[in-house]
């Protein structure tokens, strides 16, 4: 009886663990899209932020693209609803989702043409160019922004939304912040699950991970289920041979 408890044990906690693990493998937790060049110009042409007090980002990591392309993913440790129970919910969620409650927004500029992308309210894609007297304009509104840059490279950029949306347009009760700004390593890669953040939906990802799960744990317990039952007979084979003797 303790032999069969264990066993089960055993094999309930296996089924656990294959789920999970083909769970956050399917879901995006590899290397895909890291971008591993550098660029003597990505200080040159990093964003200068405005945030709310109390919820700035905590850092920039950087990637550069293979024809010089510069993304910066901003890092903020959390986002907030302003409602204890909803953030608690929302954090949850992430956290299963992403492996990390930390929220991240990415600025992309070609140095080149001086032309980037950020998004805004609703997820609303932002492209624009930077022109030689600083100025920037804003593709999507066909709109002039003046004074958009410092230097003429650094575009301003200000949270505007609770899940930090971006704009181009100066935003009441922001203040500038400097966060640190480093290369984005394999492992912070991984460990935000940038895959996920960059390719999929939420849904999505819920959805595919899961399915991908259960097919597999299905499929592994379809197999020990074949080895036992093979077993069986062939513990049952030998006792008829050995009752004929």
Known sequence: MRRRTVLLVLWLVGNVLVFWAVALTASGYSLE???PWESSKVFAYSPVLHSKPGDEPTEILYM????GELYYYIVWRDEYFSNALLDRLYRVMRGLIYGTTEDIEVFEI???NGSFYFQTYDHSPVHGEI??????LWLERGLSVPNCTVNGT???LYVVTWNHMLSLLPENDTVRVSPEMRHMTPEDYVALGMVKRTKYSIAGITFGSLTASLVVTVLLNLILFALWKRKLL???GRRNVRNRW
Do not use: A, I, M, T
Not at 64 to 67: A, D, K
Not at 131 to 136: A, E
């Open 154 to 156: 650094h575009v301003k």
């Open 33 to 35: 899209g890291y971008l």
């Open 131 to 136: 022109f030689p007297d600083g100025s920037c």
């Open 64 to 67: 550069v693209g293979r024809n």
């Open 234 to 236: 062939l513990r049952g």
């Open 110 to 112: 070609d140095p080149e």
